[in-house]
């Protein structure tokens, strides 16, 4: 059994592509479920194969506890730290070969306190790969790229699982794909761009921590990605496999 765990900020389209990835797998004949670990989400474009709502109820803990939306949110995400070996039973008994997990909508939730590095790495699979989705929209000025960039190692140096940058929502902003993909690879290509924006003191701070950040940088690469048109799939797939251990690899 494989784990694909998706994470990334709020609205960067972890869910949808979720439905993306299980769906593309099922067509390939493959047996892949969803696990939807966000307890705070009110609609998913996809139905889970396991829940966490299921187990952890949101207004019973605001009921309970007489707390608000956001602390409420906070217990449910802990609380979730002690539901991992009913998740673990509810996931092995699907018999799935490829595991796609939706983890919460607040990246701070899941990655930033105990209880989401716990998840990750106490789920029990034979390989494991952290996604972080970089919002296509958002990352398309040098500074948010820099700032996501800088998040996603974050992130990876909290979960210390394998981590691969995808730059989401890419149907939504072709015109600016081009260019973040030239700044992932590119280091002068990123201060050129930046040099518009800022000068002075600010330009030598970003650009030296970009420099800084591309030589220590622990992701694997940067892959652009549509969940509605499945561009770019085919790349991201293949570096499933090859993290996954070898595999097939598919055509489109």
Known sequence: MNIVYITGTAGSGKSLLT??????????????????L??????????????????VDMQQIMTDYSLGPNGALIFANDLIASKLGEIQEEIESTTADFVVVDTPGQIELFAFR?????????????????????????????????SLALLSTSV?????????????KTDLAKDKVPEMMR???????YEDALSH??????????????????????????????????EGFIGLIGEFARIFGGGEEYEE
Do not use: C, H
């Not at 966000?38 to 187990?55: C, E, K, M, T």
């Not at 992932?184 to 290509?189: M, N």
């Open 156 to 168: 990876q140096l909290r979960m210390e699982l394998p981590q691969i940058q995808v730059l989401s």
């Open 19 to 36: 439905s993306s990835l299980v769906s593309w797998y099922r067509e390939k004949s493959q047996d892949a479920i969803a696990v939807n």
């Open 183 to 189: 700044w992932s690879k590119d280091p002068l290509a």
């Open 197 to 230: 924006l800022k000068s002075g003191t600010e330009y030598s701070f970003y650009s030296q921590l970009f420099r800084s950040l591309k030589r220590s940088s622990l992701s694997l690469g940067l892959y652009p990605v549509s969940s509605y048109t499945r």
């Open 114 to 146: 105990e209880s989401g590095p716990f998840i990750a790495k106490g789920l029990e699979a034979d390989s494991k790969v952290l996604l972080f989705l970089m919002d296509s929209l958002v990352a398309s000025s040098p500074t948010n790229f820099l």
């Open 38 to 55: 966000d307890p705070g989400v009110l609609s998913l474009p996809y139905d889970p194969d396991v829940d966490i709502r299921n187990s």
